[in-house]
């Protein structure tokens, strides 16, 4: 007979409580509920990537980008509407540019399926490259000149002024459907071409909202972001954060109850028969690439929900702020942790390396300065500056050592996934 409680889960989330316990008692509540609320927004993109890279062992390095999708559109639709922009022509003019590139964009499309009208492919895809060129600078010329219109006379567009809960949807149907575009050429190559490809990608979205001042404010930033919930100026500190995490607390349990169903269902078993033995897979008639990309883009859609609830609880926008360390790499620290393609091991593995994350800097600086000051007394050693910034590097190193010793001693996760066995 099956546990319905095994002992493992029961330690190991027993352990996490007192944790989490440790650091409200030490840091205070407003500081620990914090904590917890970016936990949980980790948790989220945290499950996006375990079930690309669990389920269906795609190794998406661009979790980055996506998370930048999602904040940009909590962003945009939650900003109040900037009338400097919208009360002027430019709208129109912008409207006509847009316009411009959907047409380009349809007679580039057109031009590299020319050769089901008999035209030879080589000369297909000359006459695509060519056009796609000489559209590109037409378009890119013209949008230039609107947006330098717009950021000398309204800065940037501005926001559509809505709830902070349209933005998140918004955010994940954006992230979804550039990781459909993304999944469509980069799914076919192997894992490791396609970590590199998906990293590319990352760089060239956060570029793109970095550079686009018109659209986003680039390096200026956009602040403050609306809540969907009463914010600290209504509630105060401990109670809004908590409404907020409350909110991630539910989205949380709706997205694992629904992973769950589809794991276990026959949807879920065809995708790991995919991920065990393609060929096998693809012998008893199963769409391998339809299959793959789904998963990407289930994934993708997972990322962007994740990072719109992070940056609006941030409250600021800013493309700057997305680094590879921080939503990425930490991300698949916490995968890697909790055990990919198990989604409670995932969202166990997202709380306890972002609460190691958040408090390896005090507890650092901590042991620093006890140091100091016993190396000062009893050796009579000169101050050392700079114990602030040496602390915060302790960061990178301890997620370092977790990492070492999970990937020595743990190599499918604290959390192993358990795969069903039908009888």
């Known amino acids: 007979m099956t546990r319905t409680l095994p002992a493992r889960e029961l330690a190991l989330f027993a352990g ?34 375990t079930i690309q890279w669990g389920y269906a062992g795609q190794f998406n390095a661009g979790v980055m980008g996506f998370v930048a999708l999602g904040g940009f559109c909590a962003m945009f639709f939650s900003v109040p ?40 492919k080589r000369l297909r895809t000359i006459i695509a490259v060519v056009l796609a ?21 309204a800065q940037f567009i501005g926001g559509l002024g809505l709830p902070a809960w349209v933005g998140w949807i918004f955010g994940g149907a954006l992230a979804g ?22 990293l590319g990608i990352a760089e060239i979205i956060k570029a793109f909202l970095k550079n686009s001042d018109w659209l986003t404010r680039g390096t200026a930033t956009v602040s403050p972001l609306p809540w969907p919930t009463p914010g600290a100026g209504e509630l105060g500190f401990i109670v809004s954060r908590a409404l907020y995490l409350s909110v991630t607390a539910v989205l949380i349990a ?12 026959p949807w879920g078993r065809m995708i790991r028969a995919i991920r065990d033995n393609e060929t096998s897979a693809a012998a008893m008639g199963k769409h391998i690439n339809m299959r793959r990309l789904e998963i990407f883009v289930l994934g993708c859609i997972l990322m962007g929900i994740g990072g719109a609830a992070l940056t609006s609880f941030n409250s600021i926008f800013d493309p700057q702020g997305y680094l590879p360390l921080n939503h990425t790499f930490l991300v698949l620290v916490m995968v890697i942790l909790g055990g990919p393609g198990n989604n409670l091991g995932t969202i166990f593995g997202a709380v306890l390396v972002y609460i190691i994350w958040i408090m390896s800097e005090p507890l ?41 010793l999970v990937l020595r001693y743990a190599p499918k996760g604290v959390m192993p996934e358990k795969v069903p066995h039908h009888t």
């Open 254 to 265: 709706v997205i694992f109850f629904l992973l769950n169903r589809a794991y276990h269902a």
């Open 177 to 198: 459907g550039i990781g459909y575009f993304i999944g469509r050429i980069c799914l076919g190559l192997r894992s490791d071409y396609l970590a590199i490809a998906t």
């Open 16 to 49: 996490l409580f007192v944790a989490v316990l440790l650091v409200y008692l030490g840091m205070g509540a407003a500081y620990s509920t914090r904590m917890l609320v970016e936990a949980a927004c980790y948790a989220i993109l945290a499950l996006g990537l």
């Open 81 to 120: 509407v900037n009338p400097a922009f919208w009360d002027t022509e430019l709208p129109g003019e912008l409207g006509r540019v847009l316009l411009y590139v959907v047409v380009a964009a349809i007679m580039v499309y057109g031009a590299s399926r020319l050769d089901r009208l008999g035209v030879p």
């Open 364 to 404: 650092a600086l901590f042991v620093m300065h006890s140091v100091v000051y016993l190396g000062e007394g009893w050796f009579g050693w000169e101050p050392v500056g700079n114990l602030d910034s040496r602390a915060l590097q302790a960061r990178v190193f301890v997620i370092g050592l977790l990492i070492s």
């Open 133 to 153: 060129v000489l559209l590109y600078l037409v378009v890119i010329s013209n949008l230039r000149e609107v947006t330098g219109e717009i950021e000398s006379r």
